[in-house]
T-cell receptor, first 111, second 112 residues
Framework: GEDVEQSLFLSVREGDSSVINCTYTDSSSTYLYWYKQEPGAGLQLLTYIFSNMDMKQDQRLTVLLNKKDKHLSLRIADTQTGDSAIYFCAEIRYNFNKFYFGSGTKLNVKP | GAGVSQSPSNKVTEKGKDVELRCDPISGHTALYWYRQSLGQGLEFLIYFQGNSAPDKSGLPSDRFSAERTGGSVSTLTIQRTQQEDSAVYLC??????????FGSGTRLTVV
């Protein structure tokens, strides 16, 4: 199938780490992305990883890619209330013509 | 401009009327996408423009939907004879390469 799957909700306490998981279906995927959508706002690109990489770190964000299992994760260290948002995983495939998005994970950060 | 600009930001229309949604991509970006996000749903691909190539219209849900991109820049998404199920946030994104997709803030369309 074409589905990119994510769990719908995640709740963490401020200061804890958050891990948002995503599974994708196409082994030919080239780039994989994480987008953040705050309430009432558009999508903001957080980070991306090329398919020949296993890990990418950018400040509080760590992306892990397991190509064998087609599993992508986003870890947010020291989660803050401002991180509360919906996080979308997306892949772009060999033909480069469109993204395939997951349904989004709503992250709730409790003070 | 500095970002992708969409207008209007909100649109309320009566069922059966036509609407036009506009997207101004980042200058120089050759790729332009339209997506829509229904309440509580993920993102649904609508259409993709790349340079002068024929657009990929495979995501348009019905023949009431059409889009054009003039001069490789501004794009207009037109919905004819709007229906209540068309209510959604319509998002536009543009890119120069695979690493730099930028989304606009979207147009929230409400069909009453």
């Amino acid at each position: 199938g074409e589905d990119v799957e994510q769990s719908l909700f995640l709740s963490v306490r401020e200061g804890d780490s958050s891990v948002i998981n995503c599974t994708y279906t196409d082994s030919s995927s080239t780039y994989l992305y994480w987008y953040k959508q705050e309430p009432g706002a558009g999508l903001q690109l957080l980070t991306y990883i090329f398919s020949n990489m296993d890990m990418k770190q950018d400040q509080r964000l760590t992306v892990l890619l397991n190509k064998k299992d087609k599993h992508l994760s986003l870890r947010i260290a020291d989660t803050q209330t401002g991180d509360s948002a919906i996080y979308f995983c997306a892949e772009i495939r060999y033909n480069f013509n469109k993204f395939y998005f997951g349904s989004g994970t709503k992250l709730n950060v409790k003070p | 401009g500095a970002g992708v600009s969409q207008s209007p930001s909100n649109k309320v229309t009566e069922k059966g009327k036509d609407v036009e949604l506009r997207c101004d991509p980042i200058s120089g970006h050759t790729a332009l996408y339209w997506y829509r996000q229904s309440l509580g749903q993920g993102l649904e691909f609508l259409i993709y423009f790349q340079g002068n190539s024929a657009p990929d219209k495979s995501g348009l849900p019905s023949d009431r939907f059409s889009a054009e991109r003039t001069g490789g820049s501004v794009s207009t998404l037109t919905i004819q004879r709007t229906q209540q199920e068309d209510s959604a946030v319509y998002l536009c994104a543009s890119s120069l390469d695979l690493q730099g997709y930028t989304f606009g803030s979207g147009t929230r369309l409400t069909v009453v």
